[in-house]
C-alpha cells in the first residue's frame, strides 16, 4: 500500500481497478490464467485465492468444452432420456 498523503480520486479509482487484477505474490507479474496454479513468470505456486474455486474452474471448463465441440446442442428432453446403464450413445 502506497500512502503519498494527498487523497486523489482518481488514484483511489485506480487502486480499486487494480484490487481487480491478480498479482503473483512474489515476482508482482499479472496472473491472466486462474487456471494455473504456479505463476506463469516465475513458476511460483500460486496461492488459492488466486486460483479459479472448484466451482468456477468447472464452469470454465465446461464453457472451454463446449467452445471446442462445435456439434449441435441436445436438447434437454434428449438428456432426460440419456440412460447410463447401456443407452450405446459412446
Ligand atoms: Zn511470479
Not at 487523497?7 to 484490487?19: E, I, R
Not at 486462474?34 to 474452474?57: D, I, Q, V
Request: aromatic fraction near 6%; glycine fraction near 8%; proline fraction near 7%.
Amino acid at each position: 500500500m502506497e500512502n503519498t498523503g494527498k487523497p486523489d480520486d482518481k488514484l483511489s479509482n485506480f487502486s480499486a481497478f487494480q484490487a481487480k487484477e491478480h498479482k503473483c505474490p512474489k515476482c508482482n507479474s499479472i496472473i491472466y490464467s486462474r487456471r494455473n496454479a504456479l505463476c506463469g513468470a516465475c513458476g511460483e505456486k500460486l496461492p488459492p485465492e488466486l486460483l479459479f474455486s472448484p466451482a468456477e474452474r468447472e464452469v470454465v471448463e465446461q464453457e472451454l468444452r463446449d467452445a471446442k465441440s462445435h456439434r449441435r446442442h441436445a436438447e434437454p428432453s434428449a438428456i432426460d432420456n440419456v440412460d447410463f446403464g447401456g443407452g450405446g450413445i459412446l
